[in-house]
């Protein structure tokens, strides 16, 4: 592996370990994949099995490392690590986990290490989480879409996602070379409110729920009641103090419940959509309301 740096090796991992995917970044809205794989580290405490050098993978200027100043006194730069873990349930598969920031650099580079990694560690399967922003009321349950190398796979997990032409990431990237490569993939992306900035518990909890059902990984997915009930009175405060917030809101519903009831009528993932573009409200329009508003609360 030309950039991978294994800190032990690889046959003590377990039979049959899955690869699992979480980067921040274009893919990761509300957070939802990376406080999955955070919830997973939290349950299953993870053994660091190697990390891609940093200075190979991330423009500094783009994603500046933290840094404390105290009395004059310069602290230690936090530079940002993409590390492979392993993780052990006591039920399901061992669980070879890579996460971090979203490199800057050398995709395809990090890409053949990865499919040589699975290669050496026996690992046929991959699963990504992730999560994405979609023309959804926060009123209503978080889709889960899904992309698979397996047609059948994508049908029974979540549900296929659509044909779209997308700006690529670098766990989109991965999953394509696994693909390619022969490794069963699966990508799960949560489907959040476009209008929502910040961290959005809802997603990570849907993701969680499908990669609980798929290995058999048992996760307590009560951990989030609490959070999501904040989030969903939070959300709901803006709503009802704004007319512009409350008729999009509104909006957004009936186009959410005349979607599920036309694919309760037609099934077929390759049936025309509901939903437009020109019927979305606009994403960047409704999130300034809601921070104006939560904003005027707040002081």
């Known amino acids: 592996m030309e950039l991978l740096r294994l800190d032990q090796p690889l046959d003590g991992i377990g039979s049959d370990p899955v690869l699992i995917v979480a980067f921040d970044g ?37 994603r500046r490392p933290a840094l404390s100043i105290d009395g004059g006194e310069l602290g230690t730069p936090d530079w940002p690590e993409v590390r492979l873990e392993l993780l052990t349930p006591p039920s ?50 978080v889709q889960v879409i899904s992309t698979s190398s397996d047609p059948d796979l994508a049908e029974r997990i979540g549900r296929p996602h659509e044909q779209v032409i997308v700006p690529s990431s670098c766990q989109v990237a991965l999953e394509a070379s696994l693909r390619d490569a022969g490794v069963q993939t699966l990508g799960l992306w949560a489907r959040i409110p476009h209008y929502v900035a ?39 405060v803006a709503a009802q103090g704004s007319d512009d917030v409350r008729e999009h809101v509104d909006q957004l519903e009936r186009m959410y419940d005349a979607e599920a009831e036309a694919e309760r009528h037609s099934p077929d993932p390759g049936a025309e959509r509901s939903i437009t573009e020109e019927q979305v409200p606009s994403a960047d329009d409704l999130a300034a309301e809601i921070e104006r508003f939560l904003q005027g609360r707040s002081e």
Do not use: C, M
């Open 26 to 62: 274009w893919t990761d809205a509300g957070e939802g994949g990376t406080t999955a794989a955070q919830v997973l580290r939290d349950t299953y405490e993870p053994s660091r099995i190697g990390t891609f050098p940093s200075d190979e993978l991330f423009d500094y200027r783009d």
């Open 198 to 236: 910040g961290e959005y518990p809802e997603a990570s909890r849907a993701l969680l729920e499908q990669f609980s059902a798929y290995l058999g990984t048992p996760v307590d997915l009560s951990i989030f009641d609490d959070d999501i009930a904040a989030n969903r009175a939070r959300l709901d």
């Open 92 to 141: 399901g598969p061992p669980l070879l986990l890579l996460v971090g920031p979203e490199p800057d650099l050398k995709w395809r580079t990090i890409a053949a290490d990865v499919v040589e990694l699975a290669w050496r560690a026996g690992a046929e399967r991959y699963v990504g989480l992730g999560s994405v922003p979609g023309p959804l009321p926060h009123t209503r349950p």
